[in-house]
């Protein structure tokens, strides 16, 4: 079992950037792909990106590729996103999430994961 803490998201002007942080405590780290989703007011939780076990391995939804990037430090039990270019739509409470099944390919199916950090606001004003 994992235990993941999400930090650093906050109130953004658009335009602008953030980096989320997920750190993970318990069972070592690098034996989960790891993932992003997040959930707007009235809305259904959406995938943002995820990363393979080594990091080799990335995916990432339409709309936020070319402005996120998804990383990890295994060595720090940590893994990142870093958000730019940043636009209202990207509001929202953003969760960090880890898979334990898939070895190196990464997926979009928030069923996928069995383990979820409690989520960090990200509010973006325009």
């Known amino acids: 079992q994992v235990q993941l803490v999400e930090s650093g998201g906050g109130l953004v002007q658009a335009g602008g950037s953030l980096t989320l942080s997920c750190a993970a405590s318990?069972?070592?780290?690098?034996?989960?792909?790891m993932g992003w989703f997040r959930q707007a007011p009235g809305k259904e939780r959406e995938f943002v990106a995820a990363?393979?076990?080594?990091?080799?391995?990335?995916n990432y939804a339409d709309s936020v590729k070319g402005r996120f990037t998804i990383s990890r430090d295994n060595a720090k039990n940590t893994f990142y996103l870093q958000m730019s270019s940043l636009k209202p739509e990207d509001t929202a409470v953003y969760y960090c999430a880890a898979d334990p099944r898939r070895t190196v390919f990464v997926i979009k199916n928030a069923s996928g994961y069995d383990y979820w950090g409690q989520g960090t606001q990200v509010t973006v004003s325009s």
């Open positions: 990363i393979s076990r080594s990091g080799s391995s990335t």
């Open positions: 318990g069972r070592s780290f690098s034996s989960y792909a």
